[in-house]
């Protein structure tokens, strides 16, 4: 364990330092909800980003060709000019990671150090812990260390984690939150954590960031199918029962909680969203592209320039497709272990119902029919990483994750150094 977290901070800690323009993620807007949470605020629905956040963005850059940056250090900025028309649209997000963030940046911060670099390096903290509590959870229900190892310095390894990661963003929850939702749902159905620990892993999830819900229906899947598996043994079904509808009535009331605050503490009306990426209408073909934008959330990944080697989107197609295949097969073949082929459909259920539904979401609260950005499914990689490792950890099979998460480690760790170097 110790060695998953000495990786999360290396790694985040090596691109923070060479990649220090902001993302095209929305991070100019996420540094400003930052700057706010720091002094015990949220963004309100109407908010305009502030000048500090333009600041960053204007003297860092933000890493999109399309983007022309006014002069740094000439105030006031225009806003209007950034992003979304000025407009902070980070508001959808609750503001658990932001003061979070904040926190555990201050007392840094009060010596001088730069907020969004050490908000930035909080990173390693969420990559870690979602790591370490991944890796309990695979050994709880008996898989392998070598395989899980091998898995986890793969999914940490794997582009989009390394990004969402190393920035200011939600998105550097999404691996703490899925992992916390899966060591909760096995250890509840094991009987080792109480009942509220399990409904408390769903509200936290979902409090990060919305998409974390991915990881609850995810374990609600995997403890739908425990059910099924239980089903001649009474007490036992209906406790199971149980703890799928109370994990998905707590990420349900996180979402629906926080979008009823959200509206109390508007100053505005609806933003134009809808006008700038809206459909007219929300298309079967849509539905269709969502189910399958998730499978799996490791492809079509984000790569910063000073990381795209050649051999970098060959790791990429090798990741996804061993946790697209092994999700299928383990569910499928009745001879592997009950609680791993549980696991699968849960990965299955999170990867493509998931991203249906977060289509029609989008749809019904802001009237936009977007494509599903993979990195919205990141809180899935613990429940797919485990079923990989478990897959895998067979006699004849083992050295295939172990192999595979070597050749990452060095194609990825060679340029991340040579690149902070150069920085």
Not at 185 to 200: D, M, N
Not at 238 to 256: E, K, N, Y
Request: hydrophobic share 55%; proline share 6%; glycine share 10%.
């Amino acid at each position: 364990m110790v060695g998953l977290l000495f990786l999360a901070a290396a790694i985040v800690s090596l691109h923070v330092d060479a990649h220090p323009v902001l993302s095209q993620f929305d991070e100019t807007l996420h540094v400003d909800y930052l700057y706010k949470a720091a002094r015990g605020d949220v963004v309100q629905r109407g908010e305009y980003i502030g000048q500090r956040a333009a600041h960053e963005a204007a003297c860092r850059g933000i890493d999109w060709p399309e983007f022309v940056p006014p002069p740094c250090g000439v105030r006031p900025y225009n806003v209007v000019a950034l992003l979304n028309l000025g407009y902070n649209t980070a508001d959808v997000h609750p503001p658990t990671y932001y003061f979070l963030t904040a926190w555990l940046s201050a007392p840094f911060t009060a010596t001088g150090a730069s907020l969004v670099t050490i908000g930035r390096l909080v990173g390693m903290l969420w990559l870690g812990s979602g790591l370490v509590l991944t890796w309990i959870a695979g050994r709880r229900i008996k898989i392998g260390a070598w395989p899980l190892a091998a898995a986890l310095v793969l999914i940490a390894t794997t582009p989009s984690v390394i990004h969402a990661s190393s920035i200011v963003s939600p998105d550097a929850t999404s691996l703490f939150g899925g992992a916390l939702v899966l060591i909760a749902t096995v250890s509840w159905e094991q009987r080792t954590w109480p009942t509220w620990a399990l409904l408390a892993s769903g509200f936290l999830a979902g409090m990060l960031r919305s998409t974390n819900l991915l990881a609850v229906l995810a374990g609600c899947g995997y403890l739908l199918v425990r059910a099924i598996q239980a089903r001649k043994d009474r007490p036992v079904l209906r406790r199971t029962m149980a703890g799928v509808v109370g994990l998905g009535a707590s990420g349900i009331v996180a979402l629906v909680g926080w979008f009823v605050v959200r509206e109390v503490v508007a100053i505005t009306g609806p933003v134009p969203i809808a006008e700038w990426f809206g459909a007219p209408r929300l298309e079967v073909g849509d539905l269709v592209a969502g189910a399958s934008a998730l499978v799996t959330p490791v492809q079509n990944a984000l790569v910063p320039a000073f990381l795209a080697t050649r051999w970098v989107p060959l790791v990429q197609v090798s990741l996804h497709w061993m946790m697209a295949l092994t999700s299928v097969a383990t569910f499928a073949f009745p001879g592997m272990p009950a609680r791993l082929r549980s696991m699968a459909m849960g990965g299955i259920v999170g990867m493509t119902i998931g991203g249906l539904g977060l289509v029609a979401l989008q749809f019904l609260v802001f009237g936009i029919a977007l494509d599903v950005p993979t990195r919205y499914g990141l809180s899935l990689l613990p429940v797919l990483g485990v079923v990989v490792a478990g897959a895998s950890d067979r006699r004849f099979f083992r050295w295939v994750p172990v192999a595979l998460a070597g050749f990452s480690l060095l194609i990825i760790g060679v340029p991340l150094i040579e690149g902070a170097i150069a920085a």
